[in-house]
Structures are given as structure tokens and as C-alpha cells.
């Protein structure tokens, strides 16, 4: 398979599939720019090997065609400031505009096409689609992880009509390296952390991580179930009434297994769902009629942190609480301090999903664990051991 390092760019036109799916305020500026920072080195390289560079994402969820609020136009003077070059604005992506700009890009030229989601064809993976697509440039590159798992024209269909010069830009590498770290080779004691409000969410992963994993810490509203499960108290918290009799599953796998499976063993409870409410702490198992678990306590952070940091690999999914209220913070806040602290020590971490990733930024943690993972959806397919249509388009 070819590599972004060592393939030749030299007079060729790469169309690059970027995730820059950012959020933009009511002035169409942008209040988030990792997404597009990550794909600037890929960028970068294939400019200074001398190739063009021709860009295409999406934005949003647009409905019915073009929404000026989902329009790529708004990126257009920032990915040119972060890539050090103009950067040319097609207004559609397919048909003669982008045709004609593709044809006339000299060396070292940017040109980003419009939302590809503003054509149906995309989601629906049409095949003619994604030929208009390829017919722009000589090598395609996908660099955008965090889409990696849908079966998209731009993500996985295009791929086909690049068979011989198709590959994974830096971005997409260095996930599927670190990722590929944790699931092959995990260096003992292996420790996940798997939060979050559903159980249903996290089954497959935690199923695939059981023969590999020597901890599973499960925390946030998903411990519920299974507290319920084993014939707890829980109030008025989370639950999901279909899914106690999977956790019990889980709960056993893991006992047969010899994995240690770490449940919380307090919580801070609330009257009702508001940053304003009023809190107490009790047993896992003795929430009050008309109270919710909304945080894990402080014996359940003893115990969480004391695991943590005895571990050499640790995979976070899922905050431990309703951290974006300040009274229900402190058990996420504590995890990923213990996260850091083992880094720091030598442990490898990775951190996976929208809420952990907010979490570390939030803290200001990210350059004190070993990597942040863009990919949410696709990180958490991935995984679960599911191939990736993203991935396979590439490595076929």
C-alpha cells in the first residue's frame, strides 16, 4: 500500500477528504479549529512535494441542497491562514466550476470544494457521484477519520477509481498506529474506562476489550443498569429496563474472563437535573426515591484513580458524571488527572469520544496524555473490531 510519505506528488493533484466539520457561530466564524489543524500536515506534505492540493468535507446536516450556514465558503480565509497559501473556493463540487479550477491548479495551489452534503448522492454513496469526484484529481487521500465509518462517496466509493494511487493521510495513520496499540499489543495492566449514559452504547466495545483488558472501570449514567441489575436503589437515575439483564451478561463474562470489573461504590445524588440543585452523597445502591445519580463520590475516586495510575495502558470512553455542571464535575475531573499523572509515569493513553475528548480540553489535559483521538463514531467502531468502510476502501 502506498504511503503519504513515500508516494511521488510531484505535478499531481490530490484530493484530499478533510473532516472539516466545525462549529461556526451566528457570524459564521469559527469557534473550534482542531479539526482543520489536524489536516494541515497532510496538507503541507503533498504541497511540498510539489503536488496540488484539492479538498472536499463536509458541514453539518443540511437537508434540501444548499444552506448558507453549512457553506464550506465561511473556511475558506482560515484554512488559507493555517496552511500558508490562498486557498480557491469552488462553489459546488461537482460539475464545470470545480472542474475547470481543478484543471487550471498549478503546484503548491489549494482548492476546497463546496459542502459535499448539499448533493444527496453523498450519504447515498452514488457511484457516478464519487466518479465526478475522482475525475478532479491523479491520487486520492483520505484523512478523515472521524467519517471513516460511513460508507460515503467521498469516504469510501471514490477510493475505487484511485486503484493504484489511494492512501491515508498523517491524520488517519497516526489514529489507526495508536489505535491498532491498544488492540494488538496493550502493554499489562490494561485499564478501560467506559462512561457515558448508555450501556447499549458501549456493549460491543466492551465485549471486544473483555479478552484484552485486565480493568474495565464503568462510570456515568450507564452504571445504573447495572446496579439495578444486581438489585440496587437507584431513584430516579438513568436506566435502561431493557438492558439489565446484559449488564448481569457483562458482569459474568468479565468474572470468567478474570477481568476486574470496578463499579462505582457512592455517588453525589441530586433533586433534579439542574446545575442548581440540591446534592448528597450515598451508597452506589441507596439512591433515594426522587433522587439521581449524577457523579460518582469521593470513595469511588479513591478507588477509580488508585487503578488508573497502577496501569500501563488506559483507554478512556465516557465521562463519569455530568461534568458540564460544576457540582457534578469532580469524578470526571479526577479520572483524567489520574490519566495524566500515569502518563506522565510512562503509561500509554488514549482518549476517545466527543464528551472525554471535551473533558481533557476542558481540563487542559490533551498534552499530558498520549493521544486524543478525532474519531468519536468511528473510533468506537473501530474498536468494537468492525471494519471501517473508510478504512477497507483504502487497504483493499
Avoid at 469557534?31 to 484539492?54: E, F, Q, Y
Avoid at 476489550?209 to 444486581?230: C, E, H, S, W
Avoid at 438489585?231 to 430516579?236: A, C, F, L, P, Y
Wanted: overall charge negative; some cysteine.
Amino acid at each position: 500500500m502506498k504511503t503519504i510519505e513515500t508516494f511521488d506528488f510531484k505535478k499531481k493533484k490530490a484530493l484530499i477528504r478533510v473532516d472539516f466539520n466545525v462549529p461556526l457561530n451566528e457570524h459564521f466564524e469559527i469557534t473550534d479549529d482542531n479539526r482543520i489543524r489536524a489536516a494541515i500536515p497532510t496538507i503541507k506534505k503533498v504541497l511540498s512535494s510539489g503536488g496540488s492540493v484539492i479538498l472536499m468535507s463536509h458541514l453539518g446536516r443540511p437537508k434540501t441542497g444548499y444552506e448558507e450556514r453549512f457553506s464550506l465558503k465561511h473556511l475558506v480565509k482560515h484554512v488559507s491562514k493555517l496552511a500558508g497559501s490562498p486557498v480557491k473556493f469552488a462553489d459546488d463540487c461537482i460539475g464545470n466550476v470545480p472542474s475547470e479550477l481543478a484543471n487550471s491548479l498549478k503546484p503548491g495551489e489549494i482548492l476546497l470544494l463546496e459542502n459535499l452534503r448539499f448533493h444527496k448522492e453523498e450519504t447515498k454513496g452514488n457511484e457516478e457521484f464519487a466518479q465526478e469526484l475522482a475525475s478532479l484529481a491523479d491520487v486520492y487521500i483520505n484523512d478523515a477519520f472521524g467519517t471513516a465509518h460511513r460508507a460515503h462517496a467521498s469516504t469510501a466509493i471514490v477510493a475505487n477509481f484511485f486503484p493504484e494511487n489511494k492512501m491515508f493521510g498523517y491524520l488517519i495513520e497516526k489514529e489507526l498506529q495508536n489505535l491498532d496499540k491498544v488492540l494488538e499489543a496493550p502493554k499489562k495492566p490494561f485499564t478501560a474506562i467506559m462512561g457515558g449514559a448508555k450501556v447499549s452504547d458501549k456493549i460491543p466495545i466492551i465485549e471486544n476489550l473483555l479478552d484484552r483488558v485486565d480493568n474495565l472501570i464503568i462510570g456515568g449514567g450507564m452504571t445504573y443498569t447495572f446496579i439495578k441489575a444486581q438489585g440496587g436503589s437507584i431513584g430516579s437515575s438513568l436506566v435502561e429496563e431493557d438492558k439489565l439483564d446484559i449488564a448481569l451478561d457483562l458482569i459474568e463474562k468479565a468474572r470468567t474472563q478474570n477481568v476486574r470489573l470496578v463499579l462505582p461504590v457512592d455517588n453525589v445524588v441530586a433533586d433534579k437535573f439542574a446545575a442548581e440543585a440540591s446534592t448528597q452523597e450515598t451508597g452506589i445502591g441507596q439512591v433515594p426515591e426522587g433522587w439521581m445519580g449524577l457523579d460518582v463520590g469521593r470513595k469511588t475516586i479513591e478507588e477509580f484513580s488508585a487503578i488508573i495510575k497502577e496501569s500501563n495502558t488506559i483507554l478512556w470512553n465516557g465521562p463519569m458524571g455530568v461534568f458540564e455542571m460544576e457540582k457534578f464535575q469532580s469524578g470526571t475531573r479526577s479520572v483524567a488527572l489520574a490519566i495524566a499523572e500515569a502518563t506522565d509515569k510512562g503509561a500509554f493513553s488514549l482518549i476517545g469520544g466527543g464528551d472525554s475528548v471535551a473533558a481533557i480540553n476542558k481540563y487542559k489535559l490533551a498534552e499530558r496524555v498520549s493521544f486524543v483521538s478525532t474519531g468519536g463514531g468511528a473510533m468506537l467502531e473501530y474498536m468494537e473490531g468492525r471494519e471501517l468502510p473508510g478504512i477497507a476502501a483504502i487497504r483493499r
